[in-house]
């Protein structure tokens, strides 16, 4: 079993402050997703990485996938109030594999 | 804009009683998915479809049945809901199987009284 492990569970953070949310496995991803979900919605989709050590950028969100597709971090850099949810990461584990690997999500609260 | 819709958002239903959420999307992708997804949980994959071909996760209880009458609607019937169906159930979509990315619609809160 493939298991996604993210962390911390909950964040609560002051607006305007940085903040780092991390997601790592044993096993390898041939791809890892980034979702936020706000509460009583559905998970909208960030980024999709690919290429290990590949960083991508959302505005002030900076994704970055691990040299060995073993892990990959989301940092926001400045956050909002509008930034909190429920991060999510999710991970293709290898050829063959249709079904998506959840974290259990990293919490988010961002604070006026 | 292209997207997926689920109906209704919130649907209250009796402890026994059959209860039918839909989907339907208009991104005109091959693959339909359903999740169910309890408080403070991951998404749990109950099943999809890719085309019309179905494919039921193993730990799927009997108790949930999905049809798909055409590429935009998929359904999810759960026949006799118990207390511990009660969760959000999220339908996504993707263009194919293997590392395409899902979209997800809004969520169905199902409440069992």
């Known amino acids: 079993t493939q298991l996604l492990e993210q962390s911390p569970q909950f964040l609560s953070i002051q607006e305007g402050e940085n903040l780092t949310v991390y997601c790592n496995s044993s096993s390898v991803f041939s791809s890892l997703q980034w979702y936020r979900q706000e509460p009583g919605e559905g998970p909208v989709l960030l980024v999709t990485v690919v290429t290990g050590g590949e960083v991508k950028k959302l505005k002030r969100l900076t994704f970055q996938f691990g040299d060995a597709r073993k892990d990959s971090s989301l940092h926001i850099t400045a956050a909002q109030p509008g930034d909190t949810g429920l991060y999510l990461c999710?991970?293709?584990?290898?050829?063959?594999?249709?079904?998506?690997?959840f974290g259990k999500g990293t919490k988010l609260s961002v604070i006026p | 804009d292209a997207m997926v819709i689920q109906n209704p958002r919130y649907q209250v239903t009796q402890f026994g009683k059959p209860v039918t959420l839909s989907c339907s999307q208009t991104?005109?992708?091959?693959?339909m998915y359903w999740y169910q997804q309890k408080s403070s949980q991951a998404p749990k994959l109950l099943f999809h479809y890719y085309d019309k071909d179905f494919n039921n996760e193993a730990d799927t209880p009997d108790n949930f049945q999905s049809r798909r009458p055409n590429t935009s609607f998929c359904f999810l019937d759960i026949r006799s809901p118990g207390l511990g169906d009660a969760a959000m159930y999220l339908c996504?979509?993707?263009?194919?199987?293997?590392?395409?990315?899902?979209?997800f619609g809004p969520g169905t809160r199902l409440t069992v009284t």
């Open positions: 999710a991970g293709f584990s290898g050829a063959g594999s249709y079904q998506l690997t």
């Open positions: 991104l005109n992708h091959n693959v």
């Open positions: 996504a979509t993707s263009r194919g199987l293997e590392f395409y990315e899902q979209y």
